[in-house]
């Protein structure tokens, strides 16, 4: 999909891709393995694919598993870190090269090292620092996380009463970077890169319900957080986490409608539709962690987090929650792996420009992942040594293309797939 364009941008130029400022420092992260093989002389464009899919899913785990390491004492804080994996980054990564999965990792990892130290220390400050000049740049979901976080920071200053210490001010300092974060998302979203697309992504940010194990696994948290604030005790309660069990189960069943032709199924195209709610899910989980830190009781079912009983259970839900995402996650990814071998067949068997309509890349098996504007640059990243082919557009699509796929390609004869 649209990890292509990336990577044929980074094989024609040599360098890092990162053509839209507000977003960079995430996309030179990421791109930091495929850009080093490429300039060691790597010409393998399926090594430096998995390179640049080994950056894109390096970052946002590391800071997730960071995230645990730092809560792995306090079994509330635990909760709400896996509940955030197991609704946004297990239902939203298999679209990897979106940068919010980095940034929702990177506001979750600030809010735990906030909810869970004690005064604000140097090492502390240092770590948030790191984090905030990432954040600084990451996604424009950031115009609310980073408000939330910068918060939350300086909120932990002032609770630890220690003034104009270092730590302290290492800490306001990151506090300030996430401010900057917020500013450079609503700049971003005030002035966007493409217009048409920000605003057709606006109308499609209440159509997260299309990724159905997202969906699922909302209402499977949902029946369990209804039943906590009519009556918080029920949360100790085996019976409450009944309806979860068998929506999760539906969950990790729903793998096997990826095999059929049905119209109601895990599409992989919906994880990039259900970003900007997954945004709102890791701002709830930061604003519990703000509470549970506090100790304040908005609503009597936070107390739950520091109930030992309660917190098992809700911890067995989020580890329930994030293994029923795997089965989906690997159905999609072997529907991947056919359309590739589609398109690597199509590249090895035929030569010059292959109209659309002459393939199998409309039948639904395959239509599912093509993405019209990237098909040309994915059909010539996948052909071998000394290939021409280039599948073209489909005839009805008259959209943006990013340059023309029969002489734009052609800066890719030094690259093969594999031999």
Aim: with cysteine; glycine share 6%.
């Amino acid at each position: 999909m649209d990890g292509a364009n990336f990577l044929f941008h980074i094989a024609q130029n040599g360098r890092f891709f990162d053509f839209y400022p507000p977003r960079i420092h995430v996309m030179w992260l990421t791109q930091v393995p495929a850009v080093v093989a490429l300039r060691a002389g790597v010409v393998e464009l399926e090594t430096l694919a998995r390179l640049l899919s080994l950056g894109m899913f390096a970052l946002p785990t590391a800071a997730y598993h960071l995230a645990l390491w730092r809560a792995r004492d306090d079994a509330g804080l635990v909760f709400l870190v896996v509940a955030v994996i197991a609704l946004d980054f297990m239902h939203m990564s298999f679209f990897i090269v979106g940068e919010y999965n980095a940034a929702y990792a990177l506001a979750v990892v600030a809010a735990v090292v906030a909810a869970r130290a004690a005064r604000p220390g140097l090492g502390d400050g240092v770590l948030l620092l790191v984090v905030g000049a990432v954040a600084l740049r990451s996604y424009e979901t950031m115009v609310y996380l980073g408000l939330l976080t910068a918060a939350f920071l300086v909120w932990r200053v002032r609770a630890g009463r220690i003034v104009w210490t270092v730590g302290a001010v290492a800490w306001l300092g990151a506090a300030i970077l996430f401010l900057g974060a917020a500013w450079v998302g609503f700049d971003s979203m005030r002035n966007p890169y493409q217009p048409s697309h920000f605003h057709k992504s606006l109308r499609e940010a209440f159509n997260f319900w299309q990724n159905l194990p997202f969906a699922l696994t909302v209402v499977a948290f949902a029946t369990v957080a209804v039943a906590g604030v009519r009556r918080p005790e029920s949360l100790c309660a085996p019976a409450t986490y009944r309806a979860a069990w068998v929506l999760l189960a539906l969950v990790a069943s729903s793998a096997l409608l990826c095999f059929t032709d049905w119209f109601v199924q895990p599409l992989p195209k919906s994880h990039y539709a259900a970003r900007t709610a997954g945004g709102f899910v890791a701002a709830l989980a930061i604003g519990a962690m703000w509470c549970h830190a506090a100790g304040w009781r908005p609503l009597m079912a936070l107390a739950a987090l520091r109930d030992p009983l309660s917190t098992a259970r809700l911890s067995r839900l989020a580890v329930i929650a994030v293994m029923a995402a795997i089965p989906v996650d690997i159905a999609l990814t072997m529907g991947w792996t056919r359309y590739l071998d589609e398109l690597r067949s199509l590249a090895m068997s035929r030569s010059g420009p292959i109209p659309f309509e002459e393939t199998r890349l409309g039948e639904p098996a395959f239509a599912r992942y093509v993405e019209n504007w990237t098909l040309p640059l994915s059909s010539a990243l996948v052909r071998p040594p000394g290939g021409t082919a280039v599948v073209l557009v489909p005839k009805h699509y008259t959209d943006w293309q990013p340059f023309d796929p029969l002489t734009a390609i052609d800066r890719l004869r030094h690259f093969h797939w594999r031999r």
